[in-house]
């Protein structure tokens, strides 16, 4: 018997083994084969038809009980292989846990108990743990849970505890038992709310489509109910016993929706993330493929999840540039998304307070039927938005860094925080101060291996690059004039230290990658805010995404145009649904909103209409100017990223390449470059990049796959084909 087989390996290319265990030809089946010196993990593709000349190596092993790739998966990676000129073998090794590459069959679940009680009563159980740490957290957690909790619950927030369990049990501390699966219905949640009637109309529309396909934009602004449509047309899918696939943007950040979805299917949802340990992972995979849990929940690489006999695909804030993987497998995990659902014949449902330009321009050409939320649920009306104008009259003499706090915003602090109400300020940007400069020279800190400037970081006296991690000491003076060097301009850690200053008696956090440097943490700043313990929250564009704290009735957005200047065709797009998801956060409960927008750029249409709360008036903007220069969504965009240690070479390469490309370019192609890409050096590295569109993503691909074949192969020069690029910095 002859299979053919993918390889995880970067060769574009399938390859053809012999095989006498007739299951490797079932397509979706891992296998173990020789490849090169070594043995790998691979993919059955099905039966091939003929030997290739040369002598035929043989599968050593065929894994598992099942394919871990259904049929419809299986299609759904090929066409994605294909679309973003990806190997094969490449693409399924990333849909799937990285363990499940190590070659170790999926064994069954040991059979291990279900729920777990205090045998003993709180102190005594105390007492006995008190030397094992990891002993005490779960009786700790027995106790707060009322003296017993499912083993699945102590797995989730502990880790794997079954060895702990096990010992707790022997010392008589905990008693372990097994019980029937909980019906769907007591989970706690409570009934579902009735939909109000735009909610209604949108799920008659959503259930008219299942088993059909059909995109919906679910366009509603943040607290109008559009997770609660999601989670009601789980429920008529699971009623007809399928499947539901939930792609949120980070679930890191989104403890309470994880909680919301369990508290509605229970056990039903298996929750998929970067951030699970290794066992669990697969453990989550596996309930999908066997069929105990229905429902996947999880970020970008969860479009791949192994959900049985699928009847829904559901994508939260389907804007989200988190979706698009930026490197190796540069898939767009929303684009997939409805790829899956059109292959699965199932209707998807993208939603989002922003839309995307690409997802505006499918509603408005027909290809996706619009979902309207127009009102928030406690009836409030979105904040009013007041703008300080930050640029200075010529008259006033010499031009001064303006106050990072103007005058409006204070006053509006001072009297939120009087009211014992909780403000949040936004500011893109991490650190101290971005611009550290000689005044006598001019010459900047910029890192050695990147082309940009270094961020001073007073909480560790260091200048760091934000692209590379790079980390220095902070420079006293010049190292050419030794002149004392000038710190401008403003970060989340200087407007923290102003606020402290400003307003000594408020309780002030920050919530960037630098104060949230883990889950927990993150969890810890999160949660005091919630509880009031925090009046004034600081941060990047971390605290834009959808927490919901109803405390909150000033938002401040210090500086609106930091981002719009960057030399990317998204960036106002970009800061667009980032100042609209920002102004959200204000006035979500029983008092109303207010926000302050501090801009250089009033009339820039990111942020005069996130001003106005005009998503289509943006949109209608924006679209004009893209069409008049041809970008998407009017016409596909593949970017071919150079970049190596030898400036040169890159160039040489890029130059080549940029012939090919104008060879291969038929009349309705243009081709933008070869330049350098506007962050001309990253991490010791030189990059070029050449921006081919067209009308259609076949003609890009039919390039693609020619400069595939024709790629320089040595001398250190990467190169790397980006369809539908997220970004082109
Ligand atoms: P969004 O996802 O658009 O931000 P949610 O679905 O989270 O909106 O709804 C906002 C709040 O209103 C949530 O607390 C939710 O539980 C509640 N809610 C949603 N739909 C209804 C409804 N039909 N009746 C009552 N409360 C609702
Ligand atoms: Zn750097």
């Known amino acids: 018997m002859l299979v053919e087989v993918a390889v995880p390996a970067p060769v574009h290319r399938t390859f053809t083994y012999a095989a006498k265990d007739p299951r490797a030809l079932e397509p979706g089946r891992r296998l173990l084969v020789p490849f090169g010196r070594r043995e790998t993990v691979a993919f059955s593709l099905g039966a091939a038809r003929e030997a290739p000349p040369g002598e035929l190596r043989e599968v050593r092993a065929v894994l598992d009980e099942e394919p871990v790739f259904s049929p419809e998966l299986l299609s759904l990676l090929r066409f994605a292989a294909d679309y973003y000129l990806h190997p094969l073998g490449e693409a399924m090794r990333a849909a799937l846990p990285p363990q499940l590459l190590e070659g170790k069959t999926v064994g069954e679940r040991a059979s291990f108990p279900d729920r ?79 939909p109000t009637p735009e909610q209604a109309e949108a799920l008659r529309a959503v259930e008219a489509s299942l088993g059909r396909y059909q995109t919906f934009l679910l366009q509603g602004i943040t607290g109008s109910g559009k997770t609660e449509v999601y989670l009601q047309a789980i429920r008529a899918v699971r009623a007809r016993g399928q499947g539901a696939l939930v792609l949120v943007p980070e679930i890191a950040l989104t403890p309470q929706l994880a909680a919301r979805f369990r508290s509605r299917f229970g056990d039903e949802v298996a929750v998929l993330h970067s951030g699970l340990g290794d066992a669990e992972r697969v453990r989550e995979h596996r309930r999908l493929l066997r069929g105990e849990a229905h429902i996947a929940l999880g970020a970008r690489s969860a479009v791949f999840a192994p959900v049985r006999d699928l009847g829904i695909v559901i994508v939260d804030e389907e804007h989200d540039p988190s979706y698009k993987q930026e490197d190796r497998f540069r898939y767009h995990a929303r684009d997939l998304a409805v790829m899956r659902a059109r292959l699965a014949e199932i209707p998807c449902v993208l939603g989002s307070a922003t839309p995307s330009l690409e997802s505006m321009e499918n509603a408005r050409r027909g290809k996706y039927a619009r979902l309207v939320l127009s009102r928030r649920l406690d009836g409030r009306s979105l904040p009013e938005v007041e703008v300080v104008d930050l640029r200075q009259p010529a008259e006033t003499g010499d031009a001064q860094e303006p106050e990072i706090l103007s005058t ?11 009211r014992g109400e909780q403000a949040i300020l936004f500011l893109n940007r991490r650190g101290h101060s971005p611009l550290v400069l000689c005044p006598t020279c001019g010459e900047r800190a910029s890192c050695p291996n990147c082309d940009v400037g270094l961020t001073y970081h007073r909480s560790t006296e260091s200048l760091r690059c934000h692209y590379c991690d790079l980390r220095v000491r902070r420079w006293e003076r010049c190292p050419s004039c030794d002149e004392e060097l000038l710190i401008l301009g403003a970060g989340t850690e200087r407007l923290e230290q102003c606020l402290r200053e400003r307003l000594p008696r408020a309780r002030v956090a920050r919530l960037d990658r630098d104060a949230a440097s883990s889950a927990r943490r993150l969890h810890r700043i999160l949660s005091a805010f919630a509880a009031r313990e925090i009046d004034v929250l ?119 390449l940029g012939e090919l490309v104008r060879r291969l370019a038929t009349e309705r192609v243009t081709v933008l470059g070869p330049a350098p890409a506007p962050i001309a050096r ?44 997220a970004s082109t910095l």
């Open 682 to 725: 990253l991490r010791g590295r030189s990059r070029f990049q050449i921006l081919v569109l067209a009308d259609r993503a076949s003609t890009l691909q039919s390039i693609g796959r020619r400069l595939l074949g024709a790629l320089p192969t040595a001398r250190g020069v990467r190169v790397a084909l980006d369809m539908d690029p």
């Open 116 to 194: 777990a009680a205090l045998a003993l009563p709180p102190e005594a159980a105390r007492e006995a743990v008190r030397r094992a740490p990891r002993q005490a957290a779960i009786v700790e957690r027995l106790v707060e849970a009322g003296g017993a909790l499912d083993v699945e619950n102590l797995r989730r927030e502990l880790g794997e505890v079954a060895p702990l369990l096990r010992a707790l049990e022997a010392k008589g501390v905990v008693r372990l038992s097994s019980h029937p699966r909980r019906e769907p219905e007591n989970f706690g949640g409570g009934p579902p709310p009735e």
């Open 538 to 656: 600081v941060g990047t564009q971390m605290i834009a995404k959808g927490h919901d704290f109803p405390g909150v009735t000033l938002v401040g957005v210090v500086l609106a145009d930091v981002g719009l200047g960057l030399p990317d065709f998204r960036a106002s797009e970009r800061t667009f649904q980032l100042l609209t998801q920002v102004a959200g956060r204000a006035g979500r409960g029983e008092a109303a909103g207010k926000v302050i927008v501090q801009t250089f750029r009033p009339t820039a249409d990111a942020i005069a209409y996130a001003c106005r709360h005009d998503p289509e008036g943006f949109a209608r903007a924006e679209l004009v100017r893209r069409q008049d220069h041809g970008y998407p969504p009017f016409r596909r965009m593949l970017a071919v990223h150079l970049d190596g240690k030898d400036a040169a070479e890159v160039q040489r390469q890029a130059r080549a």
């Open 408 to 418: 409006r915003l204070l006053e509006e602090l001072f009297a939120t925080l009087e």
